[in-house]
């Protein structure tokens, strides 16, 4: 069947960096774009960004320009999120997301990152 | 960027009633929204697209509908199930952006 398997809970310390994963499987990873959603504890969905799966060519939401960067694993059919210099505010789950047309039909798990001195 | 302000925050329903949850957009998205549920520590589960079309194994209770700038999801006949959290998500233009949610919980 078709999903998406994100990595594990990260715990990090102010300034570190985290790299997430999100293997898809059940389907061609190329022929569909991956998007990431941000969703900080008791807060709404927050959209990213997303990244072409065939050209690896990625558009960031404003807010996310700089410390963020999706990055792809083609042959192992794995997105990549990583946020360098993590801050206190970064904590949050973090979910990828597959685009078909305009709506995303399939959700990876979420990937809690906890950021704390 | 078009900003999507989604009405009320927070509705207390019984099992049994029927609800509407708004969506209004900040300028015309010509039905490219999307409706989506999420469950306490659960990710979110397509509803709707493109405004009216419900997604594989929703529940004909669900109903998406509107135009232009205004949007609404409806809930028939709440089932216990149908207790979560709501949003609303455009995708007319990047950024796509949500609505705030909307948070449904037993009366």
């Known amino acids: 069947q078709i999903q998406l398997v994100q990595s594990g809970p990260e715990l990090k310390k102010p300034g570190e960096t985290v790299k997430i994963s999100c293997k898809a499987s059940?389907?061609?990873?190329?022929?569909?774009?991956m998007n990431w959603v941000k969703q900080a504890p008791g807060k709404g969905l927050k959209w990213m960004g997303w990244i072409n799966t065939n050209t690896g060519e990625p558009t960031y939401a404003e807010e996310f320009k700089g410390r963020f960067a999706f990055s792809l694993e083609t042959s192992a059919s794995t997105a990549y999120l990583q946020i360098n210099n993590l801050k206190n505010e970064d904590t949050a789950t973090y979910f990828c997301a597959r685009r078909v047309g305009q709506y995303f039909d399939v959700w990876g798990a979420g990937t809690t990152v906890t950021v704390s001195s | 960027d078009i900003q999507m302000t989604q009405s009320p925050a927070s509705l207390s329903v019984s099992v049994g009633e029927t609800v509407t949850i708004t969506c209004r957009a900040s300028?015309?998205?010509?039905?490219?929204l999307a409706w989506y549920q999420q469950k306490q520590g659960k990710s979110p589960q397509l509803l709707v697209y493109a405004a009216t079309n419900l997604a594989d194994g929703v529940p004909s209770r669900f109903s998406g509908s509107g135009s232009g700038t205004q949007y609404s999801l409806k809930i028939n006949s709440l089932q216990s199930e149908d207790f979560g959290s709501y949003y609303c998500q455009h995708f007319w233009g990047t950024p796509w952006t949500f609505g705030g949610g909307t948070k449904l919980e037993i009366k």
């Open positions: 300028e015309n998205i010509y039905s490219n």
């Open positions: 059940g389907y061609t990873f190329t022929n569909y774009g």
